[in-house]
């Protein structure tokens, strides 16, 4: 037991570890994210309710069974941080924590555990292989652990590469987006209810986007779910 702690002491060392909301070092028990940013979390508490911030974005334009954030998203606050890390610092690990987390929430309400297939809004190819994974897919891997739904990465693809979409207006995300998703393996999830997941909802774009292909596969119901939200 002494060897074990004094192998973590040494390691930390090198590789320190630290919280990926507020920077601070973790103590031994904590794991990506310390206690207090834990504690202090912004949630949103949106999948108890069905008419929701961010279910009004897709009212008349999608339509999605439900739709919810797990968390509020805002400049400089934690909830920025995590993303950052988990987009931008190859922290794939912030991703699967909160998924997990929040999978044991919407697990817990009726039209959630309905979902039959979890659905990653999928990256193109190249950002892929530059960032090494897709923070969907790590989202949706947690999600999938605690709600026991299997994720399914062969039917929605990414076929077309686009500009980042951080500065555009609606009506550009909209344009960025509009035609570069496509189906493949549409069988798979025929007469099923699926979860599209996404790491951050700001106009909806990329979502009713994906949405819509995936409302043409038979008899498929879709709702979404994100880790956060620039909405209140």
Known sequence: MKISYIKEDFL???????????????????NVICARCWMNLPRTNFHLLADN???????????????????????????????????YKN?????????????????????YSSVDKIIPVPLHPKKLKLRGYNQSEMISKGLSESMGIPVETEVLIKNTATDSQTHKTRFNRWENVSE????????????????????????GATIESCTGLLLTIKNVRVSLATLACAVK
């Not at 009004?56 to 890390?85: D, P, Y």
Request: glycine fraction near 8%; charged fraction near 20%; include cysteine.
């Open 53 to 87: 911030p961010v279910s009004r974005i897709f009212w008349g334009r999608v339509n999605i069974e439900m739709a919810s954030s797990f968390l509020f998203f805002s400049k400089g606050n934690t909830v920025q941080h995590l993303m950052h890390c988990l987009k």
């Open 180 to 203: 570069v998703f496509a189906l493949q393996n549409t069988e798979k999830v025929e007469n099923q209810h699926l979860l599209l997941v996404d790491d951050v909802v700001t106009t």
């Open 12 to 30: 930390s060392l090198i590789w320190p570890r630290i919280c990926a909301g507020c920077g601070n070092s973790l103590f031994k028990h904590e």
């Open 91 to 111: 922290n794939k690990e912030v991703g699967i924590i909160l998924g997990k987390v929040y999978g044991y929430e919407l697990k817990k309400t009726e039209i």
